[in-house]
């Protein structure tokens, strides 16, 4: 059932509350987790689930996107038949290159859709992520007799300075969604998309070439919201942990969830493993009075001062007496002697020099950019 499917990933989501972490890469570049980055989530439930052909829209910003996934050999996606398929902007008489939302950047790519030679293709945006498979969710759009599938997840409470491309699904009790509002003021129900559609190619190009033809860029809300009478659509309810990037407070939120072994279990199950770019470097190494407590602390990490609570990408150097508490530490990050950090996000390649005393609060963390010195 699966080898009818096949992936199709928008990455040019923009979003300006993610701050500087998105001033050099785009969301689905964003690192997560320790050692990963978001595309890395959705790729490997794409391969999981047995998919073996991948679409990737790129719209911005996506040189770190490229150089990350090369040529998908980490998710057994480099193949001479189907495999990734990276889709950057490209110049035409009908295309200017920059496209207005999500339906010019599918509408962009119909030449690859159509030359898929899978039947049902699952849509996803990048800013969300999560660790399944789409199996259930195909058989149930099959069996259904859905046009569009929405996976959906149970979302109590929210904070509304915070929400982007927030759906929210009303459903009847059979399941078929009756209505659909976005970034609601106060939302109707606790259903919330996951930014995940199963749907029949052919109905994908018929609703692109559709709205484009009136002028409409959105796909949520000038596909979704305005045929919502007109076309069967379902939901279908994933229970897992979902983590939005929606913004530096909700990046910083999910990442130190990590730190709680349940939410990590679910994140990085074995039985549907997270693939990602391998780098070959030696384990992490703690010098003389070095410890790392309720921390997560990659390869090729250097520890000679204390870690409580935080997050260590790959090669972060923390020097003797130094104390990192509460934080992130993305990629090559360096924290000198005798410096305490409090609820701080260093972005990759950041260096704090000796003596330096940074203090963010867990509502409000400072992010440091991406190559910056202290």
Known sequence: MTNNAFGLIYTGEANAMLRELTFSRSVAAVPFGGRYRAIDFLLSDLVNTGISNVGLIAQRNYHSLMDHLGSGKEWDLHRKRDGLFILP?????????????????????????????????????????????????????????????????????????EQFDDLRLTMDADGRVTDLSINPYFPPTPYRGCDAYIMEKERLEYLVEEAAAHGDSDFMRDVLVKNVDKCRIYGWRYDGYVARLDSVNTFYKHNMALLDGAVRSDMFNPKHPIYTKVKDEVPAKYIGSGTAVNSMVADGCIIEGRVENS????????????????????????IGENSRLSNIVMDKGVSVLNGRNLSGHESYPVILRKGSTV
């Open 311 to 334: 997050i260590l990408f790959r090669g972060v150097h923390v020097c003797r007496g130094a104390v990192v508490k509460d934080s992130i530490i993305m990629q090559a990050g360096y």
């Open 89 to 161: 902007p490209f110049v035409t008489k009908d295309n200017t290159g920059v496209y207005r939302g999500t339906i010019d950047a599918i509408r962009s790519v119909l030449g690859y859709v159509r030359r898929s030679s899978q039947k049902y293709v699952i849509l996803t945006g990048s800013h969300t992520i999560y660790n399944t498979t789409y199996d259930d969710m195909i058989r149930q759009h099959i069996e259904s007799g859905a046009e569009i599938t929405i996976m959906y997840s149970v979302e109590h409470g929210f904070d509304r300075s």
